[in-house]
């Protein structure tokens, strides 16, 4: 290739996105020639182009400073909000704009301190968000109506429990079955901080049997049965014998059997019930006497108690909710599996109409499963001594090492993320109490930061290590695998830890990741085309949460931002604008913190003074650029214009690996000197920027400046061909763009005309 001849070589797309230093000697890899190893405030499309990322629009400022987390809240596809969570509040958005009630901005409080944000987990069923941190009980987020939000806890009809109690020394005897009670324990089980939470009591209860002898109208005491009865008659008697049922301790009866005699008729029959109940029998006898015994079979009987309060170690009060099985100790009692002393659940997720819960400080690696169809009951019945399939679930994940449960994921199957492992647990059968096996995936822990699905894959921040994964079902495998997206682009997480992470499907498949220094990274993420490419996202500030909300059939992606306004710091809510296909340069939003307004009259006024005050902006007005300007309240435009775009400006920057083009029959291109003299590129409505061969030795892009003069719209798409300052002969031959002014740029490929020798 040596000679006079330059050598044209193409870079036709951009779809290995940013990549390291380290890697800009890897010609073997194929990802090589489709990289960047800078991609600053720009975006890669999946099918092969880079462009200048969009600006951001202000929202408004966030409630209350210090840490702040996004959350999405889908009503349905077509509803969405975005809620703000911060220091003990939640405010909610709606397009951008705050949701008021009677002209006030909704405020709702929580328990929530700015430590606590990292913790929550969400998981949402129509108009109920449920609220999960480990450290407060589950909450509930309802959406009544566009003005009705109400946050409160959840009241279980059933809650989970823990183990039995595992010393059978430590007896607890309760003073009565029902009604408030005294608690007296064999040893110190009691402690202040129980105060509130339940216990359950499994109490052997002896069989029982009532006689009646009956020549009128009778009526027996009730019998208590847990499981299986009896009624036996005998004499010469006419008129009715009718067992009756009660569910709620004897306060309403119905009857369950009516039995029909006359003269020497004399029934006998046995029975079940689903659960706990009392039984009498009501004679209604018209001649003769009959004699009826009601018997009741030994069971094991639990009841609930809420306590009230606690005397000593030894003693406490307490109020039965569901009525204990008798007096006697037993040694079988069970702590609530939630409570201040145990913990709250960490993570909650909807399974098979299931409403999951994962681990707590006294159970890391323990799920929960409500009834099927009843997602606050988490209560197990039997019948005829077995669990019934609609029963609630508790399951451990059992590992060697003890890891806790940090994030639960749904698609075909339960994904669940440990800090030290992933398990899965199979969707293709009917979970039941009888039939669910965890398996354990990958070993690789999960950070706090919430995984993100992708179509049928999940990508999720590990623990150990600045690397983000992804995994998902291999068919040739039988289990979930996936691989580590960083690996080519190390520099962007080396030293760094994520705090943030959102996913916009629409329009270009992007995951957007925060680091704690106030950098955005965005991965363009297409599995299916094996598409990973990096860029990363700097503005006149930091970063600091993150959010993608389904609004009007599109994506909108939120940050809140950390800015330095008017020598003051505050939080702007701020959201990416779209990228039109428009040859308007005033259609387009390239700038950040930006206000946009378009009037019926033209006007001088300049929107967004008051918040961007004593800062150097941009101002794009019936487009036409004007130079950078010191905001003042008191700014106005050099002339009126309908249609004023003002923010602060971003710059594109954008870096290409070292030239190579092969083998050649005298070996390889690196490492010889090498001259980029023209760089050719191929745009797609564009318009401003620089090129050189050199960073601080960069040629503006000339265009057609006849039509700015005009006012006509002077977004470019075709080739323009850029010579190169003089920069000198190199052993990189690599090709710099910068783009600092707000219009769109969008480079579909690059040319560069190459000399070898020197």
Request: glycine share 8%; with cysteine.
């Amino acid at each position: 290739m040596a000679g006079e001849v330059p050598f044209y070589a193409i870079q036709p797309a951009f779809t290995a996105g940013e990549v390291s230093e380290e890697v800009a000697s890897r010609v073997d890899l194929d990802k090589y020639q489709l990289a960047l190893l800078l991609a600053e405030n720009a975006i890669i499309r999946p099918y092969g182009p880079v462009y200048k990322r969009p600006g951001s629009l202000c929202c408004g400022q966030v409630h209350a400073g210090g840490d702040v987390l996004l959350y999405r809240f889908e009503y349905d596809v077509a509803l969405a909000y975005l809620l703000e969570i911060g220091e003990r509040y939640v405010r909610i958005w709606k397009d951008g704009a705050l949701l008021c009630r009677a002209g006030v901005p909704i405020v709702l409080s929580t328990p929530y301190a700015a430590a606590d944000l990292h913790r929550l987990r969400f998981v949402q069923s129509v108009d109920v968000l449920y609220i999960c941190s480990g450290v407060f009980p589950v909450m509930q987020l309802t959406r009544f109506s566009e003005a009705d939000w109400r946050f409160s806890e959840v009241l279980w009809s059933y809650p989970p429990f823990g183990d039995v109690n595992s010393d059978e020394e430590a007896t607890i005897s309760p003073s009565a079955a029902v009604g408030d009670v005294t608690l007296t324990a064999a040893r110190d089980v009691f402690s202040s901080a129980d105060v509130g939470d339940l216990m359950k009591f499994s109490q052997y209860v002896n069989g029982d049997t009532v006689t009646m002898e009956a020549e009128g109208a009778e009526e027996s005491r009730p019998v208590t049965v847990g499981r299986s009865w009896k009624v036996i008659t005998h004499g010469s008697w006419s008129g009715k014998v009718t067992v009756q049922h009660s569910a709620d301790d004897g306060a309403s009866w119905v009857d369950l059997r009516t039995y029909s005699g006359r003269d020497d008729y004399n029934p006998t029959e046995s029975g079940d019930v689903d659960a706990f109940s009392l039984l009498r029998v009501r004679a209604g006898i018209t001649k003769g006497r009959c004699y009826v015994s009601l018997s009741s079979f030994p069971y094991r009987h639990e009841g609930y108690v809420r306590l009230t309060g606690v005397t000593d170690a030894r003693h406490a009060s307490a109020h039965v909710v569901r009525r204990l099985g008798g007096t006697e100790a037993t040694a079988d009692w069970f702590r609530g599996a939630w409570s201040a002393v145990n913990g709250f659940p960490r993570c909650a997720a909807f399974f098979q109409d299931r409403l999951c819960f994962g681990g707590n400080a006294r159970y890391p690696q323990r799920l929960w499963m409500s009834r099927s169809g009843d997602y606050t009951d988490f209560s197990v019945d039997k019948e005829q001594g077995t669990v019934t399939d609609d029963s609630a679930v508790s399951v451990d994940l059992l590992s060697r090492q003890a890891y806790s449960i940090s994030h639960m994921d749904v698609g075909n199957d339960l994904l669940v993320f440990t800090d030290g492992n992933t398990w899965s647990i199979s969707g293709s059968e009917t979970v039941k109490p009888s039939n669910v096996t965890p398996k354990n995936q990958e070993g690789y822990g999960a950070s706090d930061v919430p995984p993100l699905r992708v179509g049928n894959r999940v990508v999720y921040v590990q623990r150990r290590g600045a690397m983000i994964r992804d995994t998902g079902y291999s068919y040739e495998s039988d289990g979930y695998v996936g691989a580590d997206l960083t690996l080519l682009a190390k520099d962007l997480l080396r030293g760094h830890r994520v705090v943030s992470a959102a996913y916009a499907q629409e329009p270009d498949s992007l995951l957007y990741f925060v680091r704690e220094d106030g950098v955005l990274l965005c991965l363009t993420y297409v599995q299916e085309q094996k598409v990973f490419a990096w860029s990363h996202f700097v503005t006149h500030g930091k970063y600091r949460a993150v959010c993608a909300v389904n609004e009007a059939e599109r994506d909108v992606v939120y940050v809140v931002v950390e800015r330095r306004l008017g020598g003051a710091a505050v939080l702007l809510l701020e959201r990416f604008a779209p990228m039109p296909v428009s040859a308007s340069q005033q259609d387009y939003v390239m700038a950040d913190a930006a206000f946009v307004e378009c009037r019926d009259v033209p006007s001088r006024r300049i929107p967004g003074a008051d918040v961007l005050a004593g800062e150097e902006v941009v101002v794009l007005a019936d487009g036409y650029f004007h130079e950078r300007m010191k905001l003042s309240e008191d700014s106005v435009l050099p002339a009126p214009a309908r249609c004023v775009m003002v923010g602060l400006p971003y710059v594109m920057r954008l870096t290409q690996p070292n030239f190579d083009a092969g083998m050649t029959p005298a070996g390889s291109l690196q490492g010889r000197r090498k001259l980029i003299s023209t760089a050719i590129l191929r745009l797609v409505r564009s318009f401003g920027g620089a090129v050189g061969s050199l960073p601080d030795l960069m040629n503006a892009i000339v265009y057609d400046d006849e039509r700015m003069e005009l006012g006509e719209d002077v977004l470019y798409s075709g080739d323009i061909s850029v010579t190169l300052s003089a920069g000198g002969w190199d052993t990189q031959g690599r090709v710099y763009i910068n783009h600092d002014v707000p219009y769109p740029f969008s480079l579909s490929a690059l040319i560069r005309e190459v000399s070898f020798g020197g």
